[in-house]
């Protein structure tokens, strides 16, 4: 709290600095106060990502088109990752410095159903990305660093075609993707269907050095150069109509259909330094996957004061893969599973002014889940592993309930408060008896917001919110199934602390989280904006992997297991800054003439700790020490040409995860540059590259597990550079 306390301090004074030296002033609402709150959102709809940043009753970022086209980006992930505070690692985007699960991903603001896959999202199917400091009762309380919400495409009134297609850098050859949107009206009906067609062929290289107990018990060091190749294909596709009932009412199904096929490869040099090493197993995998789903929403508004909007949804996910390791060329274990994910969602919410500048919203949000799963793993002769557990089809039940009051109030022009209480229940149940599943978790979430603007005519405000948030186990995570190491099959057979086998807990509780959030926003002329925020949470039921030697049923050796467990209580607070805007306003005395050169930084500073370890470095999973992005982007008229990069860095750290072990991280680079240049008023060209980041994974560089008694894991990452050529055009 002293870490808050002093950056309190520091940010008086800028509120009394920007008052003095704000650059111009909003425009005036016409027609005098405005009636209410919920036509208030609709007029925002229609303004820029500045403008909607700014009108929000919460701390948010909104980033629109000029974001999402700057670099010709061919997936989603490959945006969020230069977004001010975001990273992108295994598991998808992150904030905060948080791993994943502590960040939620919304579709719509949906929570985004199991197996959705961001990377395979075309960014020329959103229409904006709203990066959430903090968790509101409309929104799922399950977003402990925060919430990233995707807004796809809508459709719209007037008739439009845009079409995009691109080549990228492969192994061997080139690779396509094209991107297909169109929109439709007649009379009340307007239909948006957008369409993307994507490939994909990467390769990675791993150096993995080893320091672990070898086949005979004894120390042992080796040394493996792996090679990794990932390629595939996909489709997805969003079909949106619209229905003008009335004035006063509106009927709308929104789709989205996705699906890929894909298949990975890793081939390994191996070389022995000391002893009778381990080695890992080449291996080769192969799969599909598959989303849809559908919502239908009604909105009714009984008068300018009532409006109630009505939601149902269903969502399908299917998914299939094959896992085979490979010694001397031939399987020594295959791995084959089927998963079935299917789901109703039915929410709805009434609004009711009360007053000019104040509305009451309650509503509720249901989920019924139903996940089957099955899963068979045999050895070279194909004998089931594990007779007890293998084959056996495992069928899940999840049942989310969520209850919420709102209450937004614009209490004066400088004062606008957003209060809100939500109930969320989730109740899980298998109904495989030989492994049951039973977990129940409910969180009561107060929430509050609160803005303070230091003058209405000017464009500077505080804003500050406390929240209750948690972040609930995942289904696989409560499971107790359990999922023998690769590299120790022989259950006869001790394996290492470094080689583990993986098992669920189905006592898991979820973490819950009592958060902080203060911020000071500056809106400068030109779409520019300084901001400088600090947030501070307090996590009980920190829920970590602890590994342990025991005696299990299924082994006839002591097995060395890796389980999820609530582990202890931690704090973490952190100071992130973001700077944009043009390098005219910014610097006047130093490019003041410069008014075609936009700057874009940002700086993010964090710490946690875990009580039940001591430090140093006892920091939550993933959350580096700080990170930065500094970006730019230049007009030069007479070419045409717009020209522009991106540096983003994370630096390297220590994370001590148990007594016994460590994690060490390298710093990471990425480096993000393109061009573009018009070549008619409704055609353009545009090349991109970047270096040091990985399509689907963490960052070039380093990771090593470390243990206390010198035994260890080295992983060096490294994927070439990628280049992308793409031309939009509209039709």
Same mark, same amino acid.
């Given at each position: ?35 209410? *709150? ?30 999402? @086209? ?99 850098? +492969? ?42 107990? +070898? ?5 042992? *060091? ?32 929104? #789709? ?86 299917? !789901? ?146 022989? #259950? ?34 030109? @779409? ?92 939550? @999973? ?45 710093? !990471? ?31 070039? +560089? ?30």
């Amino acid at each position: 709290m002293n870490f808050i306390l002093i950056t309190l301090v520091l940010l008086l004074p800028l509120g009394a600095f920007a008052q003095d030296a704000g650059l111009g002033t909003p425009a005036e609402p016409t027609g005098g106060p405005q009636p209410s *709150v919920i036509q208030r959102v609709e007029i925002v709809a229609r303004q820029g990502s500045t403008e909607l940043r700014r009108a929000a009753s919460f701390a948010k970022q909104v980033y629109g088109r000029e974001e999402l @086209d700057r670099y010709g980006d061919t997936n989603a992930l490959d945006v969020m990752r230069r977004l001010p505070g975001v990273n992108v690692d295994t598991g998808g985007p992150r904030m905060r410095g948080l791993g994943a699960g502590y960040t939620q991903i919304l579709i719509n603001g949906d929570p985004a159903p199991p197996g959705f896959n961001l990377d395979q999202l075309s960014p020329s199917q959103i229409e904006r990305i709203e990066v959430i400091k903090a968790s509101t009762a409309e929104q799922s309380a399950q977003a402990v660093a925060g919430s990233i919400n995707v807004i796809l495409k809508e459709s719209s009134r007037r008739s439009l075609s845009t079409l995009r297609l691109g080549l990228g850098s +492969g192994i061997d050859r080139p690779l396509g993707n094209l991107n297909y949107s169109i929109n439709e009206s007649a009379g009340p009906f307007s239909l948006s269907l957008p369409v993307s067609l994507f490939e994909w062929n990467r390769q990675i290289r791993n150096l993995v050095d080893r320091r672990m107990a +070898g086949t005979n018990g004894q120390p042992a *060091v080796s040394e493996q150069l792996g090679t990794g190749t990932s390629g595939g294909w996909g489709y997805n596709f969003a079909p949106r109509l619209n229905y003008k009932v009335s004035d006063e009412q509106t009927l709308s199904l929104a #789709t989205f259909f996705q699906k890929g096929f894909w298949n990975y490869r890793t081939d390994y040099v191996n070389r022995t330094v000391s002893g009778n090493p381990v080695f890992d197993d080449d291996a080769t995998q192969g799969g599909y996957w598959e989303n849809r789903r559908g919502n239908l929403t009604w909105i009714n508004r009984f008068s300018e004061d009532q409006r109630i909007e009505i939601k149902a949804g269903v969502q399908q996910s299917r998914s299939a893969f094959d896992l085979r390791n490979l010694r001397a060329g031939a399987t020594i274990l295959q791995t084959a599973g089927l998963n079935q994910d299917d !789901a109703v969602t039915q929410a709805g919410k009434y609004s009711q002014l009360l007053g000019t500048s104040h509305t009451l919203t309650a509503g509720w949000d249901l989920e019924n889940r139903n996940r089957q799963e099955k899963r068979t793993t045999t050895n070279g002769a194909g004998d089931a592993l594990l007779p007890s557990f293998e084959g056996q089809p495992f069928e899940a039940q999840m049942r989310r309930q969520a209850y919420y009051i709102q209450d937004e109030w614009e209490i004066s022009p400088q004062w606008q408060l957003n209060l809100g209480l939500r109930n969320e229940r989730i109740a899980s149940e298998s109904s495989n008896a030989s492994m049951p599943v039973v977990n129940v978790s409910s969180v009561l979430s107060p929430l509050a917001h609160v803005t303070y603007k230091f003058d209405p005519q000017s464009r500077d405000m505080v804003r500050a919110s406390l929240t209750r948030s948690y972040k609930a186990p995942g289904l696989n995570a409560l499971l107790s199934r359990p999922v023998i190491n690769a590299a120790y099959i022989n #259950t006869n057979q001790t394996n290492t602390y470094l080689a583990p086998d993986r098992l669920g807990n189905p006592a898991l509780s979820p973490e819950l989280a009592t958060g902080l959030d203060i911020a000071y926003e500056n809106y400068l002329s030109n @779409d520019g904006i300084f901001s400088v925020g600090i947030f501070h949470r307090n996590l009980t039921n920190v829920v970590r992997n602890l590994t342990e030697l025991r005696n299990v049923s299924w082994a006839s050796a002591p097995r060395w297991i890796t389980q999820p467990q609530n582990f202890s209580n931690a704090v973490t607070s952190g100071l992130e800054f973001e700077l944009r805007g043009r390098a005219s306003d910014l610097m006047p005395q130093l490019m003041g003439n410069a008014k075609a050169l936009n700057l874009r930084t940002s700086l993010s500073l964090y710490s946690s700790s875990i009580a039940a370890l001591p430090g140093p470095n006892n920091r939550l @999973d993933g959350q580096q020490p700080w990170s930065a992005n500094l970006g730019f982007d230049q007009r030069i008229s007479d070419m045409p040409l717009s020209v522009g990069g991106n540096l983003s860095i994370t630096p390297g750290y220590d994370t001590r995860q148990t007594a016994e072990q460590w994690l060490k991280r390298s710093s !990471a680079k990425g480096i993000d540059l393109f061009a573009m240049m018009p070549l008619s008023p409704t055609m353009s060209l545009r090349a991109a590259a970047s270096a040091g980041v990985q399509q689907f994974g963490p960052p070039n +560089g380093t990771t090593q597990i470390l243990l206390s008694n010198g035994d260890y894991t080295r992983t060096d990452r490294y994927a070439k550079p990628q280049l992308n050529l793409t031309l939009d055009m509209r039709l």
